[in-house]
C-alpha cells in the first residue's frame, strides 16, 4: 500500500512568488494534515481536513496560505505571495483514526 | 494547554553506549504517544507508538520506550546504538479537537549525534 506523497520534494523560489505544495493522502483516509518546521523551529500544526472540508485552520499563519483538498482526496496547500519566512519543511499527513502517517515533506526554501 | 517537552536539544553517544532521549508531555486526558525520527534528508517516520495497555513498548530498529503516567513522561531508549542512529528524534502526542479528530502536538526534537 502506498503511503503519503507529497509533490514536489524541493522547491526553491524567490520572495514574491506563488507556490503550491502537494499531498496526496493514503487511499481511504478521511482525514488529512498539514504541518510545517521552519528553521530550528518545532514542528507545528497547520489545519485539518476531513474529507474536503477544513474541520480546523487555526494553525495557519496568516491569509497569504491557501489549503484545498478537492473531492476529498489529494490536498493542495498554495503560498502566495511567499515570503522569507515561508521557508521550512511542510509535511502532509492522513489518518483514519488517531495515528497518522507522514509524508516525506517537502523543503521550501524562499530566497 | 497540550505541550510536548524535550529538555535535550542534542545528545552525543558512543556506538555501542546505551541511549535514553527524554519526553515529557501535557495533555489533560489519556494520551495517545508517540515517537518520530528524523534522518537526513528523510521524512518523519514512526518508531513506536503507545494507545493503552503495557507501558513498556517496543518499536522499530531496537528501540523501546516507557510510559509513566505518575511523571508525564515518555522516554525513548536504545541498549546499544548504532552509527545509523544518528538523527533528530522527536517525541509527539495526539491531542484531540473540539470538533473531534486528532492533531500531533511535537516536541522540539532532539538531534542524536553518534560518535565512534
Known amino acids: 500500500e502506498a503511503g503519503v506523497t507529497q509533490f514536489p520534494s ?3 523560489i524567490e520572495k514574491g512568488q506563488t507556490v503550491t505544495l502537494r499531498c496526496d493522502p493514503i487511499s481511504g483516509h478521511d482525514n488529512l494534515y498539514w504541518y510545517r518546521r521552519v528553521m530550528g523551529k518545532e ?4 489545519l485539518h481536513f476531513v474529507k474536503e472540508s477544513k474541520q480546523d485552520e487555526s494553525g495557519m499563519p496568516n491569509n497569504r496560505f491557501l ?4 473531492g476529498g482526496t489529494y490536498s493542495t496547500l498554495k503560498v ?3 515570503e522569507l519566512e515561508d521557508s521550512g519543511v511542510y509535511f502532509c499527513a492522513s489518518s483514519q483514526v488517531h495515528e497518522q502517517f507522514f509524508g516525506p515533506g517537502t523543503r521550501l526554501t524562499v530566497l | ?6 529538555p535535550d536539544i542534542h545528545i552525543t553517544v558512543s556506538e555501542g553506549a546505551s541511549l535514553e532521549l ?3 508531555y501535557s495533555y489533560g486526558a489519556t494520551p495517545y504517544l508517540f515517537w518520530y525520527v528524523q534522518s537526513p ?3 518523519l517516520q514512526l518508531l513506536l507508538k503507545y494507545f493503552s495497555g503495557d507501558t513498556l513498548v517496543q518499536g522499530i530498529k531496537g528501540f523501546e520506550a516507557e510510559f509513566k503516567r505518575s511523571q508525564s513522561s515518555f522516554n525513548l531508549r536504545k541498549p546499544s546504538v548504532h552509527w545509523s542512529d544518528a538523527a533528530e528524534y522527536f517525541c509527539a502526542v495526539a491531542a484531540r479537537f473540539n470538533t473531534g479528530g486528532f492533531k500531533t502536538i511535537f516536541g522540539a526534537g532532539t538531534r542524536l549525534f553518534v560518535k565512534a
Do not use: D, M, Y
Open chain 1, 10 to 12: 524541493h522547491s526553491v
Open chain 1, 43 to 46: 514542528i507545528k500544526f497547520l
Open chain 1, 67 to 70: 489549503a484545498e483538498r478537492t
Open chain 1, 80 to 82: 502566495q505571495p511567499a
Open chain 2, 1 to 6: 494547554a497540550q505541550s510536548v517537552t524535550q
Open chain 2, 22 to 24: 527524554r519526553c515529557n
Open chain 2, 41 to 43: 534528508g528523510q521524512g
